[in-house]
């Protein structure tokens, strides 16, 4: 199976500021890796596909880059909205999910 | 608008069996693959396997197999889950999942998800 690990597990981060998160996988994924916001008590939402295609309806401030093993999710201009628990899934290999991770307010 | 309706809270004692469902409606049901992923309480999302709603072949996690059974209905657009020998590690929300037409493992549309609990 293919591990996934995110990193940070929690990141505090205010109105307006640049943030990455990181996912590595145990092995090459080329470039099938999703990711997903999820807020409490809701289902997650798909952002980015294909480790960079922006899933329709999603904001230009959120994009993905990397290959291989390893990806970032950035957001470039934390809006409030954008405080939630983020996922990073690979589909090279049926899929696994990375543990997520928390975005707070500072 | 494009749903995916699950069936039910329900709450089921250790050893016990459970069979979630999953109504799709408002897109081409046969041309989109169905996943099953889950999510215990604080915890992250695990994947649990996929179904075919076209020809109806599965593939699940390896955690999974021999636990699990994917099943779908072509005439009333509905897929199923069945989960056997529950145990309290089996505790949570199960969604169902759709993945987008040109690439069956993106998962584009989820249900409201499940909450299955398992305590004797």
């Known amino acids: 199976d293919i591990q996934m690990t995110q990193s940070p597990s929690t990141l505090s981060a205010s109105v307006g500021d640049r943030v990455t998160i990181t996912c590595r996988a145990s092995r090459s994924l080329t470039t099938w890796l999703a990711w997903y916001q999820q807020k409490p008590g809701k289902a997650p939402t798909l952002l980015i596909y294909?480790?960079?295609t922006l899933e329709g309806g999603v904001p230009s401030r959120f994009s993905g880059s990397g290959s291989g093993t390893e990806f970032t999710l950035t957001i470039s201009s934390l809006q409030p909205d954008d405080f939630a628990t983020y996922y990073c899934?690979?589909?090279?290999?049926?899929?696994?999910f990375g543990q997520g991770t928390k975005l707070e307010i500072k | 608008q494009e749903q995916l309706v699950q069936s039910g809270a329900e709450v089921k004692k250790p050893g016990a069996s459970v069979k979630i469902s999953c109504k799709a409606s408002?897109?081409?049901?046969?041309?989109?693959?169905v996943h099953w992923v889950r999510q215990a309480p604080g915890q992250g999302l695990e994947w649990m396997g996929i179904i075919s709603p076209s020809g109806g072949s599965t593939s699940y996690a390896q955690k999974f197999q021999g636990r699990v059974t994917m099943t779908r209905d072509t005439s009333t657009i509905t897929v199923y889950m069945d989960l056997s020998s529950l145990r309290s590690e089996d505790t949570a929300v199960y969604y169902c999942?759709?993945?987008?037409?040109?690439?069956?493992?993106?998962?584009?549309?989820w249900g409201h998800g499940t909450l299955i609990a398992v305590s004797s």
């Open positions: 408002e897109y081409k049901f046969n041309s989109h693959y």
């Open positions: 899934q690979q589909y090279d290999s049926y899929s696994t």
């Open positions: 294909k480790a960079s």
């Open positions: 999942v759709r993945g987008k037409e040109d690439s069956g493992y993106v998962l584009d549309h």
